[in-house]
């Protein structure tokens, strides 16, 4: 399933006055959900474990322990609000003029990396592992001259390279004026 946001939502910091967005993908949510059920498993059995016999009486009675549980029950709400949020901040914009990936690094640091469609010269995808063909989640590589692009952990990579690949033909299909066309240009035009 692709993650797209709703079409009143489709303007972003940075957007070009021209630029029209086609798609904000998200990356795949298997991707968020083990560690999501992980932290989630462990409060359970961090907030059970009082109940089994005499465990919460020293819990609730010494002062170190009960730092200590109550330490363990942050330490993993906060995690699970980290991996959220890492996950729900990472976007992979695509418009009818570039690619935009925002890499959420963490939660006060961010990647920003994007490439010109004009540009775009090779475009791949990668479906590696059992979970990821299962799901059907990989990677996109966007090649330019000198740079690339990964969109990482992306739903159905297949079908949004066939699109990436459509904008890419659509955006260059009025070639680049060459030096020549230039030169004959400046030539019919001096005065």
């Known amino acids: ?108 640091s961010r990647k920003v990396s994007e490439v010109e469609l004009e540009r775009v010269q090779d475009i791949y995808h990668e479906i590696v592992g059992t979970f990821a063909t299962t799901m059907d989640y990989g990677v996109i590589v966007i090649q330019s001259a000198g740079s690339s692009v990964r969109l990482e952990d992306i739903a159905k990579p297949a079908e949004m390279q066939d699109m990436i690949v459509r904008l890419v033909k659509e955006a260059t299909k009025n070639p680049p004026v060459t030096a020549e066309e230039l030169v004959d240009f400046i030539k019919d035009h001096r005065t």
């Open 1 to 108: 399933m692709v993650n797209e946001k709703s079409n009143l939502d489709k303007d972003f910091k940075g957007q070009r006055h021209d630029e029209t967005v086609i798609i904000i993908l998200q990356k795949h949510w298997f991707v968020v959900a083990w560690p999501l059920a992980k932290g989630a498993l462990l409060i359970l059995i961090a907030l059970v474990l009082p109940s089994i016999g005499k465990i919460g009486y020293y819990i609730f009675n010494s002062g170190v322990i009960g730092f200590l549980y109550f330490a363990w029950l942050v330490f993993w709400g906060s995690y699970l609000a980290y991996e959220y949020l890492n996950w729900h901040k990472d976007r992979f914009i695509i418009t009818d003029q570039r690619i935009i990936n925002i890499d959420q690094k963490s939660l006060f």
